[in-house]
């Protein structure tokens, strides 16, 4: 398999730490350009730093994906700086603060969580997939969850977001598909991270509970689910349109 990305380029949100890092420097180890998109600017440029010490080229860019003028910016700096747009994994996402049942939950909260998990998506899109077209196609993989698939108790927001990022996945999967820009998802379970540290609180006892859910009975690791995104961006997997990729180590099929 070609898993090469040798004189391509990446755009990767969220890449302040977590799966967005470790997706962004294994694009930048098999020899992409990488822009490394985040709101937090010293862990964009945490990210950028550690592309750089192991030979990558790297654009940190500092962004909010929830506005259009951030989102179009930092592609236009992206294509100032490396001349094209090869790949993108869409990945910025926050949780819900807390668990609620849906009548309990705060309309600013569930504004919050769509705009940031969803329509970030629709925007990146948007301005990605132009500028794809402009080189004869390309690959894009959004994240989802496991809660894109089934549903989480007390978790409407999120879930309904994560469900929402793979409709728009496969909708646009199939206005693109005979252009050559591929679109899948990817559906992470519990993946050991910064957001899954505030979910279980960071304490023993919530990371036991979290790992008594899976059934492989670890978390997954952030290079797990990069080397999948890698994956459906490469040129290995042609015919792989509009999927939804569940890495869960097994927690949804319980």
């Not at 391509?8 to 990488?34: M, Y």
């Not at 997997?237 to 569940?246: D, K, M, N």
Request: with cysteine; net charge negative; aromatic share 6%.
């Amino acid at each position: 398999m070609n898993l090469s990305f040798k004189n391509k380029v990446a755009f990767v949100t969220g890449a302040a730490n977590g799966i967005g890092r470790a997706a962004a420097l294994a694009f930048a180890r098999e020899g992409a350009c990488v822009t490394v998109v985040d709101i937090s600017e010293q862990g964009n440029q945490e990210t950028a730093c550690q592309i750089e010490d192991i030979g990558g080229r790297a654009l940190a860019v500092t962004c909010d994906v929830t506005r259009l003028e951030d989102v179009k910016s930092a592609l236009d700096q992206t294509v100032g700086t490396f001349g094209r747009l090869d790949a993108a994994f869409n990945n910025a996402g926050v949780e819900q603060k807390q668990l609620v049942p849906l009548a309990e939950l705060d309309e600013a909260e569930w504004d919050r969580i769509m705009t940031i998990d969803l329509r970030s998506v629709f925007l990146c899109m948007k301005y990605e997939i132009p500028l794809m077209l402009k080189h004869g196609g390309g690959a894009i993989v959004n994240t989802s969850s496991g809660a894109g698939i089934i549903g989480i108790k007390g978790n409407p927001a999120y879930t309904a977001a994560k469900h929402g990022v793979i409709g728009l996945t496969r909708a646009a999967a199939l206005d693109y598909a005979a252009a050559n820009v591929r679109i899948n998802a990817v559906c992470p379970g519990y993946i050991d991270t910064p957001m899954m540290a505030r979910f279980t609180g960071g304490t023993a006892e919530g990371r036991a509970r979290v790992i008594s859910e899976e059934p492989i009975g670890r978390m997954g690791q952030p290079e797990e689910i990069a080397n999948a995104v890698l994956w459906l961006c490469s040129d290995a997997v042609p015919f792989i349109i509009g999927h939804a990729l569940v890495i869960d180590g097994g927690q949804t099929i319980m």
